[in-house]
Structure formats: structure tokens, C-alpha cells
Nanobody, 128 residues
Framework: QLQLVESGGGLVQPGGSLRVSCEVS????????IGWFRQAPGKLREGVAC????????LYAHSVKGRFTISRDNTKNAVYLQMNSLKPEDTAVYYC?????????????????????WGQGTQVTVSS
């Protein structure tokens, strides 16, 4: 059974940077597409970024494009989301998710229902 554990969340000032991590166990990371999602209070969970199986494709939500970068380190079985130029509206619980399908992380979007495995989330708060 694949397991995902997020870490690295915290409090950061507007304009600052933060990197959240997702450690994957129980499987080989390269075989999985990975998505990062976030959910703010009272809002639906939304896709932020994804990396396809073997990392061949990446997609970003329009709201984070140019500020966030998804990357993976297969030697550590870990995926990262580097977040720069953070805004208060980026405040949310951030989740990583995984799926073995080669069709996941295709244009036009990052869809929650495509992912079978989920972590518990890590809180990111952007505030002065």
C-alpha cells in the first residue's frame, strides 16, 4: 500500500518562500504521477501542480504558475513543491496525492478524482 507523508508547512510572511515535501513509501516513485492539492477553509480542494509518471510532464494551476515549482527526487522517493512569492490567498492545507495511471496529469487540468493515494496534509499559512 502506497503511503504519502507531507512535511514542511508553516507560517511565512507575504512575499516569502516555503518548500513542502512529500515522502513516498511502499512503492517506486517513478511509477507514479504525483499531484499537489490545497484546501482553504470553506473552499473545495483544488489542484495546484502535478508531475506525470516518470516526471515527463508538469502542470500548474493558473493561480500559481511562475511562482510554484514541483520536482521529484527518485533517489529519496520524495516530491517537493517550492513556493515563492507567497500570497495570503495561498493559505491552505496542502496535500500530495499519487496515482499509477499514465493518463494522469494531462492537460487541461489537475483533477482530484484521478488520484488514488493521499497524504494527511500540511498547513501553510501566509500572513504578516
Amino acid at each position: 500500500q502506497l503511503q504519502l507523508v507531507e512535511s514542511g508547512g508553516g507560517l511565512v510572511q507575504p512575499g516569502g518562500s516555503l518548500r513542502v515535501s512529500c515522502e513516498v513509501s511502499g512503492g517506486i516513485l517513478d511509477f507514479y504521477a504525483i499531484g499537489w492539492f490545497r484546501q482553504a477553509p470553506g473552499k473545495l480542494r483544488e489542484g495546484v501542480a502535478c508531475s506525470s509518471v516518470s516526471g515527463g510532464r508538469t502542470l500548474y494551476a493558473h493561480s500559481v504558475k511562475g511562482r510554484f515549482t514541483i520536482s521529484r527526487d527518485n533517489t529519496k522517493n520524495a516530491v517537493y513543491l517550492q513556493m515563492n512569492s507567497l500570497k495570503p490567498e495561498d493559505t491552505a492545507v496542502y496535500y500530495c496525492a499519487a496515482d499509477r495511471s499514465g493518463f494522469v496529469c494531462n492537460d487541461p487540468g489537475i483533477y482530484r478524482h484521478e488520484y488514488d493515494y493521499w497524504g494527511q496534509g500540511t498547513q501553510v499559512t501566509v500572513s504578516s
